[in-house]
């Protein structure tokens, strides 16, 4: 069998001894053996049959689609256990800036004398601290303008999740959902076949089937989100094919009338009818969705760059979701566990996260438009202090093992308008023990991770101003209703535009 050479981009899957050969497609994803392709799984009608009395309702009334004034949504899902605080984002005692021991700054991968100790390591340009040699930060810098950034704010969400496993129920996409947001032709888009997206799993009690993601990971799986066939290219365009449609649904409407079947099920059918009438008078053209036709985009993206698993799919996702086309959307990058006795592997893999993150903040800017950004990833990594003076380790320290004490989630919120504002909670929810381990005791979030996904939520409702309806969005909740559990992991404030 021939070896496979590796390109610009793509590295060699991992092998450990200390890790068990890989069997799940969720192993083989972490350690880098594949790339999250899969296959469409729709709802079947009988799953329509089964939702809640609310969306069999919202079925009759045919609701096709519309992102409702809600801000986009992204999830950026990292396989594996991937570093986020600590070495890229900054965590505290308390604030971000409060020290850890100088033993807690090894754990996290940070060599005596580049600590944030020294405010030299220190980078808030995104208004979240980022440590200045972080790679992450490094790739956002790579492919967004610094008048972006200055637009940028987020918050570090200090909690423990489980390493090496997609049964973390990290991904709040439903919930989102709930709170409003959906697009024009999808609810949610997701580079995998799975009930997420992505890697991670969803809270089963934010799980909605009807709502489930369409796989999008090329821009032939968005194109084909819109193939019309050959009606609009033989009428000369979109609104004649319309019209014919139109007057189909018409006719097929007062067949539909004598069918001896329930309201419901007629009501199903003829939604179906009036659906494909709409996604041919808005969609007619694919290239509306297609991201290589997309000018704005390819300026921050190139063509040549989407032959990279992880630029092709961030540039479908993005166009779908800051199109309007889909409410938000998972994009699942595979191989970030990285603990091979390096820290070189480590820096590149999180330099190509960062880019993605970068390019889907500037082509926010681009278009104008808000953005939220939610950042996992299955447990994380730890460091004994060895150091790598390769070039890309560059004196720092190799990751040796996962760590599911040392994992956190981030936020980062885009607005046009100006840098978002946060409440006295600040950049930072929960905290970290000295000794570089999450504080398990400080929040309601810091080892439930059903509960993190709900704080994502709560804080995209504070963006709206609708913290009020967290109860209602949720109903059920880990977390329940009361203010002096929700303030305190509240770190978002309204942005303005939704102001009175």
Known sequence: MAKRAYGEGQMA?????DHPRPVTRRQFLAQGFITGAAWIAAPSLLGLFQSSEARAQAIIECGLGGAGGKLPFLVFDLGGGASIAGSNVLVGTNTQLDPLSAQGYTKVGLPAGRTPVDPAFV???????FHSESALLRGIRLRAAQTTLDRV???VFCARSDNDTGNNPHNPVYGIHAAGADGALLALAGTDSTDSGGNSTVPMSMFDPTARPTKVA????????VDTGQLVTLLEGSADAAAVMAASEAISGSK????PETDLVKALINCSYQETTELVGQFGDPNQVDPLQDPQLTAIISPAEFNQSEFRKTASIMKLVLGG????????FGGYDYHDGTRATGERKDEIAGQAIGAALEYAAAKGLPLVIYLVSDGSVASDGV??????GAGKLVWRGDSSDTSSTVMLVFDPDGRPGLTATGNQVGRYRASGSVETAASPIADNVTALAEAAVLNYLALHGEVGAFGTVLPGSTLGTSASVLDPLTAFVMLPRFGA
């Open 387 to 392: 150091v790598d003076n390769s070039v890309d």
């Open 256 to 259: 539909v009338a004598k069918l």
């Open 218 to 225: 090329s821009p032939g799986e968005a194109v084909g989100l």
């Open 325 to 332: 086309f889909a409410g938000a959307g998972t994009i699942e």
């Open 123 to 129: 980078d808030a340009s995104l208004g979240l601290a």
């Open 153 to 155: 704010n987020g918050c």
């Open 13 to 17: 899957p991992f092998r450990y001894p």
